[in-house]
């Protein structure tokens, strides 16, 4: 039945199960142990490790004793690493543990980490030496007189080390694995950081093997398919969208160390990949890469997207050039990460100009922000989400938990989106990205969507910029397309041809690259920075 205001609920199929993480690995390797699990999809071939289930299972098992043999169950112990089939393994080990896992961000530097470190009060941190310049090893070693819950430091470089001995010591003691139920803690992710400091998001077990299932399911993707993974794991779409979303689809994972357009080409290639997801900057540089003329990639069948605003034009194009269903995520870490999502079957149009509607047992409603009562069909609001896929709340900051979970089990987003009678909402922004010039609120994601479309423009951000006289007058960041050339009057009256004036950006910078966060998403704070700093000149 058509809607009567802007509450929706998503479908009871499929079911939700009582499920942890440690229970899905076992259910794929008892029902498929020979199929291959996980490959390194690094770039030298020989080097390409390879698991089965019944490996991958065991690789799992043996890590959750020797993590038993040092940690108590509840403790937490974070990951600072690449996407490594270890890192998989840690996953599943921490839960079967009865552990806290705690992602941090490989790109992340000296202040960053041990704020992560701290306020987790991680008891233990596996770590490679170095990543792409960054020495987390020794970084590590030197914070370690300032994080006293820190009582081990594990190398990845002595990984098959720390097993063995784990193992004898876990037998040695007599220890057991713990019980561990589907409503425990077993993941601190922290959110992204598009609007500065940070929180830990508390997840459970229950919330991320149904998310993770039920993303698979929606996108399409089929029992035993190769699902290339790009997306960073210490991010949902990584550990979640991506790991337990081919664990509950039995499928063969192509585990990307760092994502570079022409090995993930390569990749798809070789293993004839069916399934990926990824944020629209990884798909505009594979689009924009040479290699994506002449790759085979007849397999796809099912490719999709979120972590920011995808762009109409986007999905247009992929939806020709891969002839694969395309679909759109849409949600936060705080909802496991996903609340909304197209499906593969619905028009280019809603693709194209739509998140889609709830997933099965969510609930989403559209608010006033100012007092909270749900809106008529159509007007813009608060996204706000309920059902199993909520967090517990953010780590040790009950005033944070609260402000975001009200008395009735609403998570309330921050992003302001409008709904149709179908249930399907449309995005306009973040509450705290909604420009206000003149007592008039302009919605960036509006501006974005045209300006993306123009052949000269590569990646778009609209920034409201504080202005005397306005308030806050609109600023375009962007970045053109290789080999043209961003001409600002052209893009004036572009706009202007489409859009009232007072909407037109008063400001135009042109970069080579954006600000973004370790999950793709531009983070227009810091555009703000720079631009306060002076570091920016204006077209």
Excluded at 9 to 26: C, M, N, Q, V, Y
Excluded at 209 to 226: E, F, I, L, Q, S
Aim: contains cysteine; charged residues 20%.
């Amino acid at each position: 039945m058509p809607l009567t205001l802007s509450h929706a609920a998503g479908p009871t199929e499929p079911p939700l199960r009582d499920i942890t993480l440690g229970e899905l690995l076992a259910w794929a390797a008892e029902t498929a142990p020979e199929r291959i699990a996980l490959i390194a999809g690094v770039p030298d071939p020989a080097a390409r490790r390879q698991w089965t289930y019944a490996q991958l299972h065991d690789q799992a098992q043996r890590t959750a004793k020797a993590l038993r043999a040092h940690f108590e169950p509840g403790e937490r112990v974070a990951v600072w690493a690449p996407n490594l089939p270890e890192w998989v393994m840690m996953e599943f080990g921490c839960a079967m543990a009865g552990l806290v896992l705690v992602t941090v961000n490989p790109a992340f530097k000296s202040h960053e980490v041990e704020y992560v470190l701290k306020q987790s009060r991680s008891a233990g941190v596996f770590v490679v030496d170095a990543f792409r310049g960054n020495p987390m090893l020794s970084t590590v070693h030197s914070l370690a007189g300032q994080l006293p819950a820190l009582r081990h430091t594990v190398r990845f470089e002595q990984w098959t080390q720390f097993l063995a001995e784990g193992e004898a010591a876990f037998e040695a003691r007599g220890l057991a694995l713990p019980p561990v139920r589907s409503t425990d803690p077993v993941m601190i992710q922290y959110t992204s950081g598009t609007t500065g400091f940070p929180k830990g998001a508390l997840l459970h077990h229950h919330g991320l093997a149904n998310n993770g299932a039920h993303t698979a399911d929606r996108m399409g993707v089929p029992d035993g398919a190769v699902w290339i993974t790009t997306m960073p794991l210490f991010h949902t779409g990584g550990c979640v969208c991506c790991v337990l979303g081919a664990v509950s689809k039995r499928c063969t994972q192509v585990l990307v160390e760092a994502f570079e357009p022409g090995l993930v080409l390569e990749l798809f290639g070789t293993y004839r990949g069916n399934a990926m997801v990824g944020v629209p900057t990884m798909l505009v540089a594979m689009t924009e890469h040479p290699s994506f003329a002449v790759t085979d990639l007849s397999s796809t069948q099912a490719i999709c997207s979120g972590g920011s605003t995808v762009p109409a034009a986007l999905v247009r194009r992929f939806e020709q050039q891969l002839g694969a269903p395309f679909t759109i995520v849409f949600g936060q870490t705080e909802c496991s990460p996903v609340a909304s999502m197209t499906h593969p079957d619905d028009r280019i149009e809603d693709k194209a100009g739509t998140i889609g509607s709830p997933m099965p047992h969510v609930e989403v409603k559209i608010i006033d922000p100012e007092t909270g009562q749900t809106l008529p069909l159509g007007q813009v609001g608060e996204y706000c989400t309920r059902g199993y896929h909520v967090m517990h709340g953010y780590f040790e900051n009950p005033e944070a938990s609260a402000a975001a979970i009200d008395a009735d089990g609403w998570l309330h987003t921050g992003d302001l989106c409008a709904m149709d009678a179908r249930g399907y909402c449309t995005v306009e922004g973040r509450l705290k990205d909604m420009i206000i010039r003149g007592g008039e609120n302009i919605y960036p994601r509006e501006l974005e969507e045209l300006l993306f479309k123009h052949p000269s423009v590569g990646e778009v951000a609209v920034v409201g910029l504080p202005d005397a006289k306005w308030g806050e007058q609109v600023a375009a960041f962007l970045r053109p397309k290789p080999g043209q050339v961003i001409a600002k009057a052209e893009l004036i009256d572009y706009l202007r041809a489409q859009l009232a004036p007072n909407k037109t950006p008063r400001h135009w910078f042109v970069l080579d690259a954006f600000p973004m966060t370790g999950s793709g998403k531009i983070q227009k704070f810091k555009l703000r920075e720079r631009w306060s700093q002076g570091d920016l000149v204006e077209l």
